[in-house]
């Protein structure tokens, strides 16, 4: 048996059957802006009780962090503290910290990059090639 969830004060809200209000018609799925319309919480949550409205779960989207959390999470500590390394990020001895540390220094590169192909107008290729030669500089420095 399948029970609904409580009324949620910041979940959106769906007309489940049609009524007439503030002189407007409301539809099957319409979105019920209660807030907008100046509509007392009292009233949507009796509205709510009756079966007249119904909510939607909202589901939080993956973020760029998650997608990278859920690639790296196998991944042995020290292959990524090599990894952080490499790439010129910090490091620490928390797994979940060092994966956000990888996440936030690709951003920052990714931001840095950006400008400077702007700023200076660099074609693909001869940013590809600044990039590779500061990735060299960074290797080298690391095997000494």
């Keep these: 048996m399948k029970t609904r969830l409580p009324f949620q004060l910041n979940h959106p809200t769906f007309v489940k059957i049609p009524f007439t209000g503030r002189n407007r018609r409301f539809a099957r799925g319409d979105h019920f802006d209660w807030k907008g319309y100046g509509v007392p919480e009292a009233r949507v949550m009796h509205m709510f009780d009756q079966g007249y409205l119904y909510q939607k779960e909202v589901v939080a989207e993956k973020t760029s962090l998650d997608v ?68 060299e500089t960074s290797e080298e420095e690391i095997s000494e």
């Design 68 to 135: 990278l959390r859920e690639e790296l999470l196998s991944v042995p500590m020290l292959e990524l503290q090599k990894m952080a390394r490499a790439e010129g990020a910090d490091t620490t001895n928390s797994k979940d910290r060092q994966i956000e540390l990888i996440h936030e220094n690709r951003q920052r590169l990714a931001t840095e990059d950006a400008v400077l192909m702007k700023r200076d107008r660099m074609s693909e290729d001869e940013l590809e090639a600044d990039l590779n030669a500061r990735r």
